[in-house]
């Protein structure tokens, strides 16, 4: 698992590089499934996290929840996940904080 965070206005940038890292043909009905998927998740109750899976090689499961308090997006990524992968996940999660 990698996990960190990222600003909320980036997650469609996030999920559509991981989306590439992977080759999961990512889409409009991406975004549409997106939309208002933040609004009721709240980092301190795992029930209450968003849950995005993403199929290609390997598949994964990205998980979100907002920081109640505070701007950022707590973000998970599960799954098969090897150390090249994971630097770019790590890097992405750098760069949209």
Same mark, same amino acid.
């Given at each position: 698992?990698?996990?960190? +965070?990222?600003?909320?206005?980036? &997650? &469609?940038?996030? /999920? *559509?590089? !991981?989306? !590439? +890292?992977?080759?999961?043909?990512?889409?409009?009905?991406? *975004?549409?499934? /997106?939309?208002?998927?933040?609004?009721?998740?709240?980092?301190?109750?795992?029930?209450?996290?968003?849950? #995005?899976?993403?199929?290609?090689?390997?598949? /994964?499961?990205? %998980?979100?929840? %907002?920081?109640?308090?505070?701007?950022?997006?707590? &973000?998970?990524?599960?799954?098969?996940?090897?150390?090249?992968?994971?630097? %770019?996940?790590?890097?992405?999660?750098?760069? #949209?904080?």
């Amino acid at each position: 698992m990698v996990s960190g +965070y990222i600003e909320p206005g980036n &997650v &469609v940038a996030f /999920l *559509q590089w !991981l989306s !590439l +890292y992977i080759d999961h043909p990512h889409d409009d009905l991406d *975004q549409v499934a /997106l939309a208002g998927a933040l609004k009721p998740t709240d980092s301190d109750d795992p029930a209450a996290w968003f849950e #995005y899976p993403l199929a290609g090689t390997p598949d /994964l499961l990205v %998980r979100m929840a %907002r920081e109640v308090g505070s701007v950022g997006v707590h &973000v998970e990524v599960v799954g098969e996940i090897d150390p090249v992968l994971t630097a %770019r996940i790590e890097t992405l999660m750098d760069v #949209y904080w």
